[in-house]
T-cell receptor, first 113, second 115 residues
Framework: IAGITQAPTSQILAAGRRMTLRCTQDMRHNAMYWYRQDLGLGLRLIHYSNTAGTTGKGEVPDGYSVSRANTDDFPLTLASAVPSQTSVYFC????????????FGAGTRLSVL | AQSVTQLDSHVSVSEGTPVLLRCNYSSSYSPSLFWYVQHPNKGLQLLLKYTSAATLVKGINGFEAEFKKSETSFHLTKPSAHMSDAAEYFC?????????????FGAGTRLAVHP
């Protein structure tokens, strides 16, 4: 069982370029999330999706967009990357009635130069 | 509003000695509380979860945490540290007010274990 798969594992990107971070889960969880992790700040929620076809904004959504066409996939897009988006990005998922537990992928390390 | 404060950004212990990672929370609701661990260059893994069934919660790898409502604390402990425990630990509180499964993360405590 893979759980949550994120791709790529790392990326160096020129400022102004468009980038999509991929996230796929095989647990059939209804809800999915994108976080960014920055030193000393813990994890901050970017966007979430409670179920396929719906998305919502988290704590730090500016500069990012998401889509949820099906249950398994939840891509995160940076339309025009800026250096402040240099971070480690984590995708997570949770099940309805799962007691609030979120399961995390291994992360994507993104550097915007 | 929900919030969580991890009182130590770094903790250093010797192998075989006890571990204490401190966490205080603030919650307008009866909270669900979690501890997650992150090993270097890895994702986050759930250590344990509190949801009001019992105040002392046992997790994986010998860790446990005690919920103390009077002190608004949820400290993580382990009787004897192993080298493999070196990692970053996050205290997390749930916030049910946003219409989704919202988790609020502390800033993290980096645990170093020395031989």
């Amino acid at each position: 069982i893979a759980g949550i798969t994120q791709a790529p594992t790392s990326q160096i990107l020129a400022a102004g370029r468009r980038m999509t971070l991929r996230c796929t889960q095989d647990m059939r969880h209804n809800a999915m999330y994108w976080y960014r992790q920055d030193l000393g700040l813990g994890l901050r929620l970017i966007h979430y999706s409670n179920t396929a076809g719906t998305t919502g904004k988290g704590e730090v959504p500016d500069g990012y967009s998401v889509s949820r066409a099906n249950t398994d996939d939840f891509p995160l897009t940076l339309a025009s990357a800026v250096p402040s988006q240099t971070s480690v990005y984590f995708c997570a998922s949770s099940a309805s009635g799962g007691g609030g537990i979120q399961y995390f992928g291994a992360g994507t390390r993104l550097s915007v130069l | 509003a929900q919030s969580v404060t991890q009182l130590d950004s770094h903790v250093s212990v010797s192998e075989g000695t006890p571990v204490l990672l401190r966490c205080n929370y603030s919650s307008s609701y009866s909270p669900s509380l979690f501890w997650y661990v992150q090993h270097p260059n890895k994702g986050l893994q759930l250590l344990l979860k509190y949801t009001s069934a019992a105040t002392l919660v046992k997790g994986i790898n010998g860790f446990e945490a005690e919920f103390k409502k009077s002190e608004t604390s949820f400290h993580l402990t382990k009787p004897s540290a192993h080298m493999s425990d070196a990692a970053e630990y996050f205290c997390v509180v749930s916030d049910p007010s946003g219409g989704y499964n919202k988790l609020i993360f502390g800033a993290g405590t980096r645990l170093a274990v020395h031989p």
